[in-house]
């Protein structure tokens, strides 16, 4: 399984992006799909996680950020709308399909003030 990423830039401070991740090389679909971000220095943090039966989102990004299927199975994208300095990072596509997990080559999210 393989997973592309892309959406990723630079915004200024207010503004929104939106990422797009797509899985393929599986004929089932992911029990479940998610947005994690990493800056330089610190721990990968899970952002949004989608699932069948729920969404769940990092407690920052409530109200702002929104994880969905991009129209299509195994899929997720993430609108990001009043971005802020805090949300500068490396945002990494995950899936996972039972005990097997998956990552995108993650994509660039830079915010100017």
């Known amino acids: 399984v393989q997973l592309q990423a892309s959406g990723g830039g630079l915004v200024q401070a207010g503004g929104s992006l939106r990422l797009s991740c797509a899985a393929s090389?599986?004929?089932?679909?992911?029990?479940?799909m998610a947005w994690y971000r990493q800056v330089l220095g610190k721990r990968r943090e899970l952002v949004a996680r989608l699932t069948e039966i729920s969404t769940e989102y990092k407690e920052s990004v409530k109200g702002r950020f929104t994880a969905s299927r991009d129209g299509a199975r195994n899929t997720i994208a993430l609108q990001m709308n009043s971005l802020t300095d805090e949300d500068a990072a490396v945002y990494y596509c995950?899936?996972?399909?039972?005990?097997?997990?998956?990552w995108g080559q993650g994509t660039l999210v830079t915010v100017s003030s």
């Open positions: 090389g599986s004929d089932r679909d992911m029990d479940g």
């Open positions: 995950h899936a996972w399909l039972g005990p097997a997990h998956y």
